[in-house]
Each structure stands twice: as C-alpha cells, then as structure tokens.
C-alpha cells in the first residue's frame, strides 16, 4: 500500500486527543480496480481491497485496516468510514468473536442473550437471522461475512430499526456528528456524545484517512491504484497463461544450469518423465518451459535471463504501472555476485510484487520452484511477452 504521510508526533497527539469539527464531504465513487486474492495467512480473512463485488475477502495487514479497506470499497468517504471505525472499535475492540458477557466463542449463540461481534448484536443469535434474511452467506464469525452483514443493514433496516440510514448518515455533516448519528440509529445507543467514540473515530482518521484538518474525498490511500489479482487458472487469458503454465511446476526443485530447463522442451520433459522434486529448473528455465508447453512447443527458447532484455521478438520492456499476471520481474543485479534473476508476476498489491519463480538459496522459498514476494525498485525492470502462441 502507498505509504501514509508522516504527521509529527505532536500533531498526531493533538488529532487523537482533542475534540475536533471536522466537515464532511459526501460519498464517492472509488476505482473498481482488484487486489490480488493470494492467501498471505493473515488473521480471519484474506485479501482484496478493491473490488465492489468481491466482498467474501478483505484486504489488510490487520482488522481495522481490512475494516477501513472493505467500506472504502464500498464508495464511503473517509470521514464517514472514520464514525463506523470509532463506533466498532468501543463495542468489539474490533474483534468478531467478541462476547459482551466476557471472552470469545466462534458461535453467536453462546453469547445469548448479550451482544456478540463486531457491532454485538443483541442477542448474539440475532446476526444470524439478520445474515439469512440479507442472503449474506460464509461463516459467520468472520470478519468478512460481519462487515457484509453490517453493510446489508446500513443499507436496509439496522439493528437499532431505522430505515433510509445511509441517506441520513452521509447527509451528516461533522465527524462527531456522524460518529454519534452511527451510535444512535445504528447502534442504538443512546448517549449523543459518545465522546470515546469519537475519539476512536478520530483516530481512525489520523491513520487511514486523508487531512484531518480539512477532510475531503481521499485520493486512494489503500494502495488499491495499479493493483490487480491473481489471476484464475481455469479461465486464465493472455500473459497469465504463461504464469499458469509455470505454476504446473511448483514441486519441481532448483538446479542453475542446462538441466535447469536449458536444454529445450522435449529434452526437459524426457528426462523428467513425472514432474516432481527429482526435476530441475533455475529461474529462466522455468520461464523455458512454461513457455514450451503453452506454445505446444512453437517457441522452444533456451536462453538464461540475461537474453530476456535482447530478445524483442519474445519480450517488450513496459513499466511498473503496466505489469500484469504472466510478466517477467528481471532483477540486475539480484544475488550475492551480480547474477541476473527473472520471477514470473502473480500479482501486485501497491508497490508490492507477488511472484512465482525458480529461487536460489538466498530467495524466500528455498531451492525450489514456489512463490516470492518483491517491491518496486531501481535495480529491477519489467518485460511483457508479444510473442507467438497465446
């Protein structure tokens, strides 16, 4: 994700601490541009910031951020998400499994007849009924399929009964207003203050949010700009071919050399009669092979990476805001003695590149065919295949 701007720490207290006026703007319309849906392991749910329609994933290094991402998909302005965040934040700690009666359970029924997850329905069991009636399926102690149900009310009828709430709740013209209107016709809480709510939301804003001192529509600050998904296998068009065609090689093993997918296809494929971890490729024989099988052996190139920049009949060189799933990742110098090194893109997230390649010894994924993760900068270049057989 792009990087936030550095606020002093004087000035961020000040934010976080103070009672602040701050005008709204309304609602807008973001960029229906995808992030990748590449498992990262990260807690509750995983990854996509960007895309309106894929709402069963979230993008995030924790909840609040994957909280702030998912309603910024949904075309709210910061301010407005700022007074939902400050408003979970003092009923769940942002926490889905979170019981009112003390400790977590995964199934909301337990925490009958208290509130339970992110806006503790009451009773827990409530969610559940709220979910089915919205068509809103998966697990219902994730974190994605609370904030769908959360949004689905929002915009029908909320647990506190008002109607037309997202039409009030825009209209609202200060971030404490909007944090307290939340409180009271969402949440049903009944204090107009809500003076820690407030403060929560104040501080969502500090962190995710664009100038706090003059908010207007943010200009992207989810690193969503650029990015795009992994893509699906099955339906795979383009250069992504090429990334799906590598990927049948992931058990395969990491060997530099000409049996490292060097010594043409039907050589390669002869000696390695079942793809497996007695096969050998470096990081441009995998790019080789993949290459071999997708053409049904038309384009049979056997050169090393360091041939990738000079061969234009395979490959034009495009910029990192024109990559896509399938391009090559060519690193000069990339390990220990200048050795040149090519990965195959999955995906982008900001100015993080998601790979699959042959790796050497000093590579995340240890001798062996697998995927890598890299960032944008000097030192690498990016090239797009324009050659036969896609």
């Given at each position: 994700?792009?990087?936030?701007?550095?606020?002093?720490?004087?000035?961020?207290?000040?934010?976080?601490f103070?009672?602040?006026?701050?005008?709204?703007?309304?609602?807008?319309?973001?960029?229906?541009?995808?992030?990748?849906?590449?498992?990262?392991?990260?807690?509750y749910?995983?990854?996509?910031?960007c895309?309106?329609?894929?709402?069963?994933?979230?993008?995030?290094?924790?909840?609040?951020?994957?909280?702030?991402?998912?309603?910024?998909?949904?075309?709210?302005?910061?301010?407005?998400?700022?007074?939902?965040?400050?408003?979970i934040?003092?009923?769940?700690?942002?926490?889905?499994?979170i019981?009112q009666?003390?400790?977590?359970?995964?199934?909301?029924?337990?925490?009958?007849?208290?509130?339970?997850?992110?806006?503790?329905w009451?009773?827990?069991?409530?969610?559940?009924?709220?979910?089915?009636?919205?068509?809103?399926?998966?697990?219902?102690?994730?974190?994605?399929?609370q904030?769908?149900?959360?949004?689905?009310?929002?915009?029908?009828?909320?647990?506190?009964?008002?109607?037309?709430?997202?039409?009030?709740?825009?209209?609202?013209?200060?971030?404490?207003?909007?944090?307290?209107?939340?409180?009271?016709?969402?949440?049903?809480?009944?204090?107009?203050?809500?003076?820690?709510?407030?403060?929560?939301?104040?501080?969502?804003l500090?962190?995710?949010?664009?100038?706090?001192?003059?908010?207007?529509?943010?200009?992207?600050?989810?690193?969503?700009?650029?990015?795009?998904?992994?893509?699906?296998?099955?339906?795979a068009?383009?250069?992504?071919?090429?990334?799906?065609?590598?990927?049948?090689?992931?058990?395969?093993?990491?060997?530099?050399?000409?049996?490292?997918?060097?010594?043409?296809?039907?050589?390669w494929?002869?000696?390695?009669?079942?793809?497996?971890?007695?096969c050998?490729?470096?990081?441009?024989?995998?790019?080789?092979?993949?290459?071999?099988?997708?053409?049904?052996?038309?384009?049979?190139?056997?050169?090393?990476?360091?041939?990738?920049?000079?061969?234009?009949?395979?490959?034009?060189?495009?910029?990192?805001?024109?990559?896509?799933?399938?391009?090559?990742?060519?690193?000069?110098?990339?390990?220990?003695?200048?050795?040149?090194?090519?990965?195959?893109?999955?995906?982008?997230?900001g100015?993080?590149?998601?790979?699959?390649?042959?790796?050497?010894?000093?590579?995340?994924?240890?001798d062996?065919?697998?995927?890598?993760?890299?960032?944008?900068q000097p030192?690498?270049?990016?090239?797009?295949?324009?050659?036969?057989?896609?």
């Amino acid at each position: 994700m792009k990087a936030y701007l550095i606020r002093s720490f004087g000035f961020l207290a000040m934010i976080l601490f103070m009672a602040i006026y701050v005008p709204l703007t309304p609602a807008f319309a973001i960029s229906q541009a995808q992030i990748n849906l590449y498992k990262q392991g990260i807690l509750y749910y995983d990854i996509d910031a960007c895309s309106a329609t894929a709402n069963s994933t979230l993008y995030g290094k924790d909840n609040p951020e994957k909280i702030w991402n998912y309603f910024k998909t949904q075309g709210m302005d910061d301010a407005h998400i700022a007074a939902v965040m400050g408003n979970i934040q003092q009923e769940s700690g942002f926490n889905p499994t979170i019981m009112q009666k003390g400790g977590t359970s995964n199934d909301p029924v337990v925490a009958d007849p208290g509130g339970w997850g992110l806006v503790q329905w009451t009773p827990g069991s409530k969610v559940l009924t709220t979910a089915s009636e919205y068509n809103v399926t998966g697990s219902i102690n994730e974190l994605s399929t609370q904030l769908q149900v959360i949004w689905a009310e929002m915009n029908g009828t909320t647990p506190a009964g008002a109607t037309n709430f997202m039409e009030n709740f825009t209209n609202t013209s200060t971030l404490e207003e909007a944090t307290a209107y939340f409180a009271n016709k969402y949440e049903a809480a009944g204090d107009p203050r809500m003076e820690t709510r407030i403060t929560f939301a104040q501080q969502a804003l500090a962190r995710y949010g664009g100038s706090p001192s003059g908010i207007t529509a943010s200009s992207g600050t989810t690193g969503c700009t650029g990015s795009f998904v992994s893509p699906d296998c099955i339906t795979a068009t383009g250069t992504a071919k090429i990334l799906c065609a590598a990927k049948a090689y992931d058990t395969t093993s990491y060997f530099i050399g000409i049996k490292g997918g060097h010594q043409g296809g039907a050589a390669w494929h002869e000696s390695c009669s079942t793809i497996g971890p007695d096969c050998y490729l470096d990081c441009s024989g995998l790019v080789n092979m993949a290459l071999y099988d997708l053409t049904g052996g038309s384009v049979d190139r056997r050169g090393p990476v360091a041939d990738i920049p000079n061969e234009p009949q395979y490959w034009q060189k495009v910029t990192y805001d024109e990559i896509q799933s399938g391009d090559l990742l060519v690193k000069i110098p990339a390990d220990a003695g200048g050795i040149n090194h090519v990965e195959i893109i999955d995906h982008t997230e900001g100015t993080k590149i998601f790979t699959f390649g042959a790796h050497t010894s000093s590579a995340p994924q240890e001798d062996q065919v697998g995927p890598s993760q890299y960032t944008d900068q000097p030192g690498i270049t990016y090239y797009h295949y324009i050659g036969p057989g896609l």
